[in-house]
């Protein structure tokens, strides 16, 4: 099971980016990922996450209304667009498998690489 979540980068603030999280070794079509975030001197916190069926989403409040989750199993994938991005939103942000299977439970369980996301003007 391998995961690599790429598409970090610099933004100013108010700008877009979309990451995307990549599966290779398994299909993951059956499994929800989630989308967690490690911002220096700070705890991990999951901020989004999506299961096998698009009806089961989840958002932190801090991204609610701003950051959008999506699937596309065709390609193994998992974005997170993001948008109206605020300094407070840097950090490293890493995807994970859910140990709930195909549903979102919030217990990681395969964790990717992390992409570095940089919000500065």
């Known amino acids: 099971v391998q995961l690599q979540a790429s598409g970090g980068g610099l933004v100013q603030p108010g700008g877009s980016l979309t990451l995307a999280c990549v599966a290779s070794?398994?299909?993951?079509?059956?499994?929800?990922i989630g989308w967690f975030r490690q911002a220096p001197g700070k705890e991990r916190e999951e901020i989004s996450c999506i299961g096998s069926s698009v009806l089961n989403t989840y958002y932190a409040d801090s991204v609610k209304g701003r950051f959008t989750i999506s699937r596309d199993d065709a390609k193994n994938t998992v974005y997170l667009q993001m948008s109206s991005l605020k300094p407070e939103d840097a950090a490293v942000y890493y995807c994970?498998?859910?140990?709930?299977?195909?549903?979102?439970?919030?217990?990681?369980?395969?964790w990717g690489q992390g992409t570095l996301v940089t919000v500065s003007s």
């Open positions: 070794g398994f299909s993951l079509e059956y499994y929800a």
């Open positions: 994970a498998t859910d140990r709930g299977g195909s549903w979102c439970t919030h217990r990681p369980e395969h």
